[in-house]
């Protein structure tokens, strides 16, 4: 079992950044990544890092403006996010998949099996 607790949710405007962190107990997870859900729109995959070899993958709409990272002594994930923009704005989850399937670039987003409970990103013109 993995528990997953985020921090750092906010408001901020145009042009700013946040940086998300995502807590985890136990290591049984082979990917960690971050998720957002806007009101009225589906769940999307915003990042995802591997666990196994470290690797990233982003939405593209997130490329150059936001850098997954995770410290392994601490069982942490980040999600530093800079250049909001109003369509940023959402609820954020972080998530870990312990299937390896998480691994492979083409499925980054599929098979995720522990959830956090949300953080409420915010991001004004």
């Known amino acids: 079992q993995v528990q997953l607790t985020e921090s750092g949710g906010g408001s901020v405007q145009a042009g700013g950044s946040l940086r998300l962190s995502c807590a985890a107990s136990?290591?049984?997870?082979?990917?960690m990544g971050w998720f957002r859900q806007a009101p009225g729109k589906e769940r999307e995959g915003v990042a995802r890092?591997?666990?196994?070899?470290?690797?990233?993958v982003y939405v593209d709409s997130v490329k150059g403006r936001f850098t997954i990272s995770q410290d392994n002594a601490k069982n942490t994930m980040y999600l530093q996010m800079n250049s909001l923009i109003p369509e940023d704005t959402a609820m954020y989850y972080c998530?870990?998949?312990?299937?390896?399937?998480?691994?492979?670039?083409?499925?980054?987003?599929?098979?995720?099996?522990?959830w956090g409970q949300g953080t409420q990103v915010t991001v004004s013109s």
């Open positions: 998530a870990a998949a312990s299937h390896v399937l998480c691994a492979y670039s083409n499925y980054a987003f599929r098979a995720y099996n522990y």
């Open positions: 136990g290591s049984d997870y082979k990917c």
């Open positions: 890092i591997s666990s196994i070899d470290g690797s990233t």
